[in-house]
């Protein structure tokens, strides 16, 4: 099942720099192997925003729950869940 | 450049049924033939609503306005256009 | 899978009463099969309001957006949706 | 009578984690307590939040606000508290 | 139970003259006989709005909803519907 | 003249136990005292928030201001004020 | 009492010319007899908008609704209330 | 004095196509009147809306609005106005 | 030149109350030099709300953010700048 | 192409003003330098706000992308990006 995710990161200013930076590294890597297997199909950054929008292709959404809320940001980011179905006039059948 | 753009489409409920026919039969036609030339790259239902979110691939913002502008369907719509770039963490080349 | 739904409805108020009241009836009939088969799994009033508060059960968005765009009232309603999954906290197995 | 409450939990980043843990751990045993007592009916986790929504059985508003206002999370949440009656296409008796 | 209700009316600018000095008759005698049954408690006009903000006194959401629903202006109505209950520094008895 | 105000308590949750007991003490006090003069005609907890809805029976917006602004939690109120005046359909004298 | 109301005028599309003129004059007239009776205080236009800023001088919120909503325009306004009092800071005796 | 102003234009869809086309044309001819002039200094499109964004350059809130409110579209746009002033950090004597 | 101004105080919670009260004694000061300079032509209190209307007679927006911008409340204060004009009602010479 | 950009700054109060400062005399250098090249073609400061309006003129969203991110003052900043396009009724050449 595919849905649409926004995530906004929101780092509190007095956060330590270093705190941050380690946060950033270990959800860049997991972000990268949940796209190698396919989960999170789809990244991309919005821009002039500390922001992304995402496709995710998931079992349902309690795997899609489970991946979000294990993502080192998840206690910073604002997230908005969209579930997404096949639109008729899509050509490409991995549309779902 | 990529856009992702939502549509949201609200017919009159006066709206002659034949007419809202020939709008959705051309709508789709157009739809279709902007997937084939690669425009229009991705496009999903969001579930429960007579809506969409898409992809769009174009030279600029021009272009895409020409694209969205010109549909049966403009008049009846409410779109949110959002610029992308390229996230740092994506794998996938082609998402710029 | 559970999705939550809220449906407010807004009848135009020139619709004619036998198109409302026919509407309304073949909505009924549809909400009570889908009852039956377990697939609109409660369905309560919100007070106050002419809107429901639904928790369906469904294969995934797409099943769960086939019923809700053929339902009658579909071209009048203000549908929101949102996917549900199991809270650690609960107590009953059902509550997926 | 029923009520459909939304709760949003914002953790301020700089609690304690132990104290975090400590609330988390009686907030759930309090929340198990009150759905085997009946008056929490439902419990489900919102995908991609640290939320959730919930049905409670209670005699009044007032056994409601001393139920959520009691509970140790109560002061990091927002709640949105809506009341339900029955539904005139409800085939279930207990959708009251 | 008390409820607190804020009903603000649109009357649509084509509903004939004479259609809406009936409806708002039908609305008066119906509101001041729940007025005398106790039922609706408090009513009061907001200064530059075609709105009220009540206080209904039921025993429970669903005799709110019965009464509300058979307003004859409830389809022009934008309803809020909020619950209420003992504040601990109240010194009404009445205020329940 | 009657004054509808919706009061919104926020407490920082890094304010002092101590302190916030005693603001609350002070603030109960002060209510009840208002009440008694009739000034703070109606006081009703919203159910499922830490907020009130009110009614102030005061000689005008400046009467108004000056108890709402001496309250010790003002600083950590959102208010919403409303002026109201009698309702055409209102049977009660008191509710000018 | 000094009441802040600003006024949006929204006149629907298909109203007869005539009839919007003929609101307009008796709209003006009207206008122009309470400011100078003093309980039209001020009254300016906002900038590129078919909306007015005021302040009357009224006896209470009931003068003010009697005085607005016997406007020729209300049916097609959009009007917002806040209730004034004296700043601190003011030193013009008659901003009470 | 510089005006940053946002338009957005709603066209009823009942509007006839010939008046619709009839106002577009004396609304264009107009726009390029007054940026010849110097006082409709920018337009722009926004990409993906029958919108646009502009800066005027007129003496004053006044010009400002008796241009906007001529425009033959004004009844049918929602208009924002922004005041703007130099900015500290601009190298465009213009900018003011 | 007249320009409509809204302000909300926003004092941190955590601001020592010595820094608050230096902070609001220069800015009564500056304040009230305005007001008899004429350029502060207005100034009233919010009912209920750290706040105020204001209305501001200054040569162009850029006095206007001058004046502002050097409150010392300036970094506390959410502002909201309305252009206003004359309104073809209006039979006071002074509101341009 | 050409994208209009509104910045709101957020400086937290508890930030060291020397290091503000130092943030703010980079946001310069770095904006000036920016105008210098031509990406940066229009900066205005909105009245009342520490806020600006900008017209970036840019290869693609990425370029602006990486304009805005490295801006000293980014982390403090709410950004909204709008992608512009030319407009039927300009006259001027470079509005693309």
């Known amino acids: 099942m595919l849905f649409h995710v926004r995530m906004d990161v929101r780092l509190p200013h007095d956060l330590a720099p270093e705190r941050a930076d380690e946060l950033k ?43 979000l809320s294990t993502l080192p940001l998840f206690p910073f980011m604002e997230i908005t869940v969209t579930a997404l179905c096949r639109h008729p006039s899509s050509i490409h059948a991995d549309e779902r």
Chains 1, 2, 3, 4, 5, 6, 7, 8, 9, 10 share one sequence.
């Open 25 to 67: 590294q270990v959800e860049r890597a997991r972000a990268q192997e949940l796209q190698r297997q396919g989960k999170w199909r789809h990244l991309w950054r919005i821009a002039g925003h500390y922001a992304n929008v995402s496709i995710f292709d998931v079992a349902d959404a309690q795997e899609l729950h489970d991946l």
